[in-house]
């Protein structure tokens, strides 16, 4: 009777685990951070599992009336351990926010975990940026 009550309790253990693990990848995700001149966000929705073609929804905010712009890209970490950098968006207009609504996939590696950085640019010359995971 001992063996079937252990048994029982980590069957409910994994399942429990399965449960708040699912839930969680169906829900929305919310990475962003700021640094001098630049803010941004991505909101990361349809993430159902590491292949799944995820859905980006960014805010990209130039902070600072500097002569200097604003961009942003998203980092994803593969199976392996490696970061994928994705391509730069740019917010080149001055200070104000533009959104861009964009999909990402990585069907043969996986995508584990995303993150975001935020950057100020002089030209193609990074002076600063954060990043949130």
């Not at 980590?10 to 990848?25: E, K, Q, Y």
């Not at 604003?70 to 392996?80: C, H, S």
Request: net charge negative; glycine share 10%; charged share 25%.
């Amino acid at each position: 009777m001992r063996k079937s009550i252990t048994a029982a309790g980590s069957i409910g253990a994994a399942l429990l685990l399965t449960v708040s693990m699912a839930g969680s990848a169906y829900a929305d995700s919310y990475r962003g951070c700021t640094t001098t001149g630049a803010s941004g966000q991505v909101r990361i929705s349809n993430w159902t599992d590491p292949t799944a073609k995820i859905s980006i929804h960014g805010e990209l905010t130039d902070t600072k009336s500097d002569d200097h712009h604003a961009r942003m890209r998203l980092l994803t970490q593969r199976a392996d351990g490696s970061i994928h950098y994705w391509p730069w968006r740019k917010n080149t207009g001055g200070v104000g926010t533009s959104t861009f609504d964009t999909t990402a996939e990585d069907s043969d590696r996986g995508i584990f975990e995303a993150g975001v950085e935020v950057a100020r640019f002089e030209k193609d010359e990074k002076l600063n940026s954060c990043t949130d995971w």
